[in-house]
């Protein structure tokens, strides 16, 4: 999704937490590989990626302006499609509806 390449700045990220589902913490298509920036707004709820593998951005960045600047270029944006264990379209249904912050508060 960045085209970061240095691996110091990536990281494998769940889709669905490891404390959410221990039937599917190993399954490698409910991983993502993200730098450690969106890692942490994909944690938070901040952003998700679509059942259409999209990037959707929550408007709670709206509410700090150096960090939606940042992640403003991946809104809407499709991410590169693994060959090797993409992930499920339901994982990342599960996290639209369970992590992702829809409205602003």
Same mark, same amino acid.
């Given at each position: ?44 709820? +901040? ?6 593998? !999209?990037?959707? %951005?929550?408007?709670?960045? #709206?509410?700090?302006?150096?960090? $939606? ?11 590169? +499609? ?6 499920? !379209?339901?994982? %990342?249904?599960?996290?639209? #509806?369970?992590?992702?912050?829809? $409205?602003?508060?």
């Amino acid at each position: 999704m960045t085209g970061i390449r240095l691996k110091e700045f990536l990281v494998a990220s769940h889709i669905i937490p490891w404390s959410q589902s221990k039937k599917d913490r190993l399954d490698p298509q409910n991983g993502i590989c993200l730098s450690t920036l969106v890692d942490k707004a994909f944690d938070k709820g +901040y952003l998700t990626i679509t059942s259409e593998y !999209r990037v959707l %951005l929550s408007p709670l960045l #709206e509410k700090d302006v150096i960090l $939606y600047n940042l992640l403003k270029p991946y809104g809407n944006k499709k991410i590169k +499609y693994p060959k090797f264990a993409p992930p499920k !379209r339901e994982f %990342l249904q599960w996290h639209a #509806e369970h992590v992702f912050k829809r $409205y602003i508060e």
